[in-house]
């Protein structure tokens, strides 16, 4: 017994060093540490691909890569809660979203629009978006819970789907708008009440009359060559961030309580849970509900700042990027979902295609095949760089291959996520040894 | 005709009253009996039967268990002892059959329903919660937690009362730790421990419940002979603070020493019941474990 946690110990590993160094930091701390430490990274491997094209380039970049961290990190934090802490598979993360930004769309809608919506205000329409993905989530999770776990799976991936066909149907839209008067615009898509921070800078959306802030901060900016349009956009991502740190208290908080200890007794044995006295049908509904809500109001932040959403927005594939996300950072641990959604958009969603416009860029290759079949026939015609220029041209189907090799990789080596295992004290109050002698002493007193 | 026999009979006589009567009914003669009786049979189970495809593993079982006794349940492998107590517990439906505890019917209740009412069970092959630690194992358990409501646990200004209860249930968790012997590996994830500690923690777990009746399923299994003392101490010292315990157990001599009344199944089927002593002379009890060593 002793024996296998000195193993543990000794055993090489870069993440259990890191800790013994820091072992008299607290764990919030070095928490936030590792984050902003990874964040940083990122940032630093972006600017070195396009720091030749200006500050502005650099800033602008930045903010990309960032908006794509803070969504995926809300959406890898709310799927933590149902996969992570409840072992509850939701594979539909995509449809709830999709259910979230719709209802936002339409209730906000402009009534003289195409398609109409009914314009009311922006706040209901948000706080009903999320509540109308909570709704869904029931209706999806009451049958489904009942039955073995996986057909959990199985009916939110077929709901995720059903809700894209009907949102991309045209028939329902001109039905909708025939007969109630609002539309879902089909599959040419939506527009939206617009998100941006341009209100913060511009008194009534007029570049010439600026606010206090405004002026503070394009006073800094202007003179580094920033547009005034990359900030305001960046406004916009530090509201997203607010998003991301407000999404982890609230899970922090729900994992550290008696709820999340009951969640977690449900992904680890229900029926241990249930003979306990626990009604586990109770918690996961309530905790698959709030996790849809969640997905909602992030698919909301995302879109909205669009402008625009279509049914392409909710293909599957948005919920196995989430899935990879939290799996890259270690599903159960939201700092891992945070450290997973920057690891995941900086190194294998926006990272490669940066990475294959600046190599093309850099080494202007001569030769441009286009197929891999011509590729193939200039290196062995003495053109040897011309499989490589032919890769970065095609890079976003390369991503596949990388992502594909970094799971099976992760899964090999490190199953746990980069964080390794991560064990989130499931109490209100602090379980450790030392709790005990705090008792001892209280009852010497008596 | 040995005193079991008679036992056996007048339960048998007892169950068929009960099938004539619909269980819901409030008039039924058990219900009327049970609650003038209640505290002196906290668990009654009449004419349970659970079929699996075509293996039936309990078949027409009728027993009680007296409040404040150990009681044990023996029988071959496969007799059928722990679908017995899935039954009791809610783990499954019954096909057919009633389980009464304190008088009230509870066939069909949800197995946190059944907890919550204050009976308890543990599993035969451990089933601790690998990745919580033992302190969270035993923290899970108790009933009427404030902090389970999602609101409570998360709302700023109501959180204080949580905590509050949370520093108690703590405290609570470290006494029983320290009952088993067990509190040097309060902060161990569970699924680190050995096979006989994981033993002891489901005990100490299900008395977090706060339970009338415990139903401990082959506690003892595979565990080295001074952790058997140890957990046999344990429940008598429980039994002395009021516990009630149905205790099936795979090795005859600690029914026979250990528990005041004994219960037989063989194939699905009551075999015998009755004390220790009638029991160890029981021919068809002697039959059943043919092969086996009784002493
Ligand atoms: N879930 C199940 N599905 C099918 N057969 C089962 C199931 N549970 C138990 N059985 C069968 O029921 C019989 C009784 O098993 P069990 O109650 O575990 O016996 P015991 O605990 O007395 O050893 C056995 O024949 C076993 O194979
Ligand atoms: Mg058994």
Not at chain 1, 29 to 37: P, Q
Request: aromatic letters at 8%; one cysteine or more.
């Amino acid at each position: 017994m002793t024996d296998d946690v000195d193993a543990d110990k000794t055993a090489p590993s870069v993440t259990e060093a890191v800790r013994a160094a820091t072992a008299d930091i607290s764990q919030p701390v070095r928490d936030v540490g590792l984050i902003v430490g990874v964040l940083f990274g990122v940032y630093a491997l972006f600017a070195v691909f396009v720091f030749n094209q200006g500050l502005n380039s650099v800033v602008s970049t930045l903010r990309v890569v960032t908006f794509f961290i803070a969504v995926y990190a809300m959406l890898a934090l709310a799927l933590n809660l149902q996969w992570g802490y409840t072992g509850l598979f939701n594979i539909g993360v995509a449809g709830f979203m999709a259910v979230g930004v719709y209802t936002m769309g339409i209730l906000a809608g402009d009534p003289a629009g195409s398609p109409p919506g009914l314009g009311l205000p922006l706040p209901f329409a948000i706080v009903a978006g999320m509540a109308a993905a909570a709704f869904v989530g029931l209706l999806t999770a009451l049958p489904a819970l009942r039955l073995r776990a996986d057909y959990l799976a199985i009916v939110t991936l077929g709901i995720s789907e059903i809700i894209r066909l009907t949102l991309n149907s045209g028939a329902l839209n001109s039905w909708l708008i025939e007969t109630v008067g609002i539309g879902t615009g089909a599959g040419s898509g939506m527009g939206l009440p617009s998100f941006s921070a341009r209100g913060l800078f511009y008194v009534d959306g007029s570049t010439a009359n600026q606010t206090a802030l405004a002026e503070v901060v394009f006073a800094v900016t202007g003179p580094l060559g920033i547009r005034e349009s990359v900030v305001i956009a960046w406004a916009y991502v530090f509201v997203l961030i607010v998003f991301v740190v407000g999404f982890y208290v609230l899970l922090a908080r729900i994992g550290n309580s008696p709820f999340g200890r009951v969640l977690k007794s449900i992904r680890e044995d229900e029926l241990v849970a249930s003979s306990l006295g626990k009604h586990t049908q109770l918690f996961k509904i309530k905790v698959f509900m709030l996790g849809c809500a969640l997905m909602g109001l992030a698919g909301i932040l995302w879109q909205g700042s669009q402008g625009f959403v279509s049914p392409n927005s909710f293909m599957p594939i948005v919920t196995f990027y989430v899935f990879v996300a939290l799996i890259i950072g270690g599903s159960g641990s939201n700092t891992g979902s945070v450290v997973g959604a920057i690891v995941f958009v900086g190194l294998l969603f926006e990272g490669p295609r940066r990475a294959g416009g600046a190599l093309s860029d850099a080494l202007a290759f001569t030769a441009n095949p286009n197929t891999s079949w011509e590729a193939l026939t200039l290196v062995v015609s003495g053109e040897p760089l011309a499989l490589f220029a032919y890769a970065t041209d095609n890079i976003s189907a390369l991503q596949f291959v990388l992502l594909g090799v970094v799971l099976i990789v992760l899964m090999q080596k490190r199953p746990e996520g980069l964080l390794g295992h991560r064990n989130e004290t499931a109490a209100a109050v602090p379980l450790t040894e030392q709790t005990r002698s705090i008792r001892g002493g209280e009852s010497d007193e008596q | 005709m040995s005193s079991d026999d008679v036992t056996a009979d007048a339960l048998a006589t007892d169950a068929t009253g009960d099938l004539s009567a619909p269980p819901e009914s409030q008039d039924s003669p058990v219900e009327r009996a049970a609650a003038t009786t209640p505290p002196a049979v906290p668990l009654r189970v009449t004419n349970l039967k659970k079929t699996f495809g075509g293996i039936t593993a309990v078949d027409d079982m009728s027993f009680s268990v007296e409040s404040g006794s150990i009681t044990g349940l023996i029988g071959p492998n496969g007799a059928g002892k722990s679908t017995t107590f899935n039954l009791i517990s809610g783990a499954l439906t019954p096909d057919s059959g009633t389980v009464y505890f304190n008088g009230q019917d509870i066939t069909g209740l949800r197995p946190d329903q059944i907890a919550t009412r204050g009976m308890v069970r543990t599993f035969q092959i451990a089933r601790e919660l690998p990745e919580m630690t033992v302190l969270e194992n035993l923290m899970l358990a108790p009933k009427n937690q404030i902090g389970e409501t999602l609101w409570r646990s998360v709302l700023p200004g109501v959180r204080g009362s949580v905590i509050e209860q949370e520093t108690e249930l703590r405290e609570q968790a470290w006494e029983t730790l320290e009952f088993f012997e067990i509190d040097h590996l309060a902060t161990n994830e569970a699924g680190t421990l050995s096979g006989g500690q994981q033993k002891l923690l489901e005990m100490a777990r299900a008395l977090m419940t706060d339970p009338e009746l415990v139903l401990l399923d082959e506690p003892m299994a595979g565990v080295n002979p001074s952790l058997e003392r140890k957990i046999l101490d344990r429940i008598h010292r429980l039994q002395e603070d009021g516990l009630t315990f149905l205790l099936v157990e795979h090795d005859m001599d600690v029914i026979m020493q250990h528990c005041e009344h004994v219960i037989v199944m063989h194939q699905g089927r009551l075999l015998a019941e009755g004390e220790p002593d009638t029991i160890r002379s029981n021919e068809r009890v002697i039959e059943a474990y043919l092969g086996e060593d009784l002493e």
